[in-house]
T-cell receptor, first 121, second 112 residues
Framework: GAVVSQHPSWVICKSGTSVKIECRSLDFQATTMFWYRQFPKQSLMLMATSNEGSKATYEQGVEKDKFLINHASLTLSTLTVTSAHPEDSSFYIC?????????????????FGEGSRLTVL | GDSVTQMEGPVTLSEEAFLTINCTYTATGYPSLFWYVQYPGEGLQLLLKATKADDKGSNKGFEATYRKETTSFHLEKGSVQVSDSAVYFCALSDTGGFKTIFGAGTRLFVKA
């Protein structure tokens, strides 16, 4: 199956610093990438949708200036948590999709990164 | 709008027991349906999928059938193993494949 790689898998930072998380699709062109946040024992909360070459679309309640998303190419999207605070500590997960589908894959089928656990001290 | 409802967990079973996790959906058009699994400390992985009515998705002994008449996509496995302990998410993707809606997730514990 398709592979999506997310890096770093975990990061600890001091309050006030910025952290960048990368999401790469390794073997297919991801027209769309999604960023989620997951709190312990809860479902995924979609934060934003990014399409290659255009601005990300943020879900209601997600601060655009806090969570900067860049999708500069069909294989890379980044999430930067700016001026991180302890309440930003969470598990962040990306997924990639080729929205039109392809051989053996359903339209809208998602391929997830391994997740990045952020702890802000 | 589109939505996915799945049974609340946690579900606790003994090894070799039969598993059913219910999932129902509401959607316009013709969505694709998915089950994703999340093992502890990991991201989600696609478990199985179905793209049209009456399709049966299957993988690793798990099965789910796309039932349009009951708008359901229940996950089943005949004999669970300890290694199946994870959180299972039912999801649908809209007709264009542009948006995925997840259920709340069902945590499964399998005891030896």
């Amino acid at each position: 199956g398709a592979v999506v790689s997310q890096h770093p898998s975990w990061v600890i930072c001091k309050s006030g610093t910025s952290v960048k998380i990368e999401c790469r699709s390794l073997d297919f062109q991801a027209t769309t990438m999604f960023w989620y946040r997951q709190f312990p024992k809860q479902s995924l909360m979609l934060m934003a949708t990014s399409n290659e070459g255009s601005k990300a679309t943020y879900e209601q309640g997600v601060e655009k200036d806090k969570f900067l998303i860049n999708h500069a190419s069909l294989t890379l999207s980044t999430l930067t948590v700016t001026s991180a605070h302890p309440e930003d500590s969470s598990f962040y997960i990306c997924s990639a999709s080729n929205s039109h589908g392809s051989s053996g894959r359903a339209a809208g089928e998602l391929f997830f990164g391994e997740g990045s656990r952020l702890t802000v001290l | 709008g589109d939505s996915v409802t799945q049974m609340e967990g946690p579900v606790t079973l003994s090894e070799e027991a039969f598993l059913t996790i219910n999932c129902t959906y509401t959607a316009t058009g013709y969505p694709s349906l998915f089950w994703y699994v999340q093992y502890p400390g990991e991201g989600l992985q696609l478990l199985l999928k179905a793209t049209k009515a009456d399709d049966k998705g299957s993988n690793k002994g798990f099965e789910a059938t796309y039932r349009k008449e009951t708008t359901s996509f229940h996950l089943e496995k005949g004999s669970v193993q300890v290694s199946d302990s994870a959180v299972y998410f039912c999801a649908l993707s809209d007709t264009g494949g542009f948006k995925t809606i997840f259920g709340a997730g069902t945590r499964l514990f399998v005891k030896a």
